[in-house]
C-alpha cells in the first residue's frame, strides 16, 4: 500500500504560483509512475501531468503545458507540481497518484490522494 498526501494547495490571484507536494509512505515511490490529476466541481477528473519512475520523462496536458512542472525526488518519496502563470480555469482540487503504467487514464492510477484544494482568483 501507498499512502499519499498533497499540500501546498490555496488561494492565488491569475497569474501567480503554487507548488504542491505529495508526500508518500508505505513504499518507495520509485516503483511508481507519478501523476497528478484534477477535478474542479460538477467536471470529471482530468489528467495534469505524470512523470516516469527515474523522473526523466514527463507529459502535461495541453492546457498546463508551458505552465505547470512536474518532478519527483525519490530519496525523499514526494513528487512535486510547480504551477506557474495560474489561471482561474486552473481551479480545482489537485490529486497525485501513482500507477504501475505510463498512462494518463485515472482508472490505470491504484493510488491516489485525499486531494488539496487550489482556487485562482481573477
Known amino acids: 500500500q501507498v499512502q499519499l498526501v498533497e499540500s501546498g494547495g490555496g488561494l492565488v490571484q491569475a497569474g501567480g504560483s503554487l507548488r504542491l507536494s505529495c508526500a508518500a509512505s508505505?513504499?518507495?515511490?520509485?516503483?511508481?509512475?507519478m501523476g497528478w490529476f484534477r477535478q474542479a466541481p460538477g467536471k470529471e477528473r482530468e489528467f495534469v501531468a505524470r512523470?516516469?519512475?527515474?523522473?526523466?520523462?514527463?507529459v502535461y496536458a495541453d492546457s498546463v503545458k508551458g505552465r505547470f512542472t512536474i518532478s519527483r525526488d525519490n530519496a525523499k518519496n514526494t513528487v512535486y507540481l510547480q504551477m506557474n502563470r495560474l489561471k482561474p480555469e486552473d481551479t480545482a482540487v489537485y490529486y497525485c497518484?501513482?500507477?504501475?503504467?505510463?498512462?494518463?487514464?485515472?482508472?490505470?492510477?491504484?493510488?491516489w490522494g485525499q486531494g488539496t484544494q487550489v482556487t485562482v482568483s481573477s
Open positions: 497518484a501513482a500507477s504501475e503504467y505510463y498512462s494518463s487514464r485515472p482508472g490505470t492510477y491504484d493510488y
Open positions: 508505505g513504499r518507495t515511490i520509485r516503483n511508481y509512475v
Open positions: 512523470v516516469t519512475r527515474n523522473g526523466v520523462d514527463t
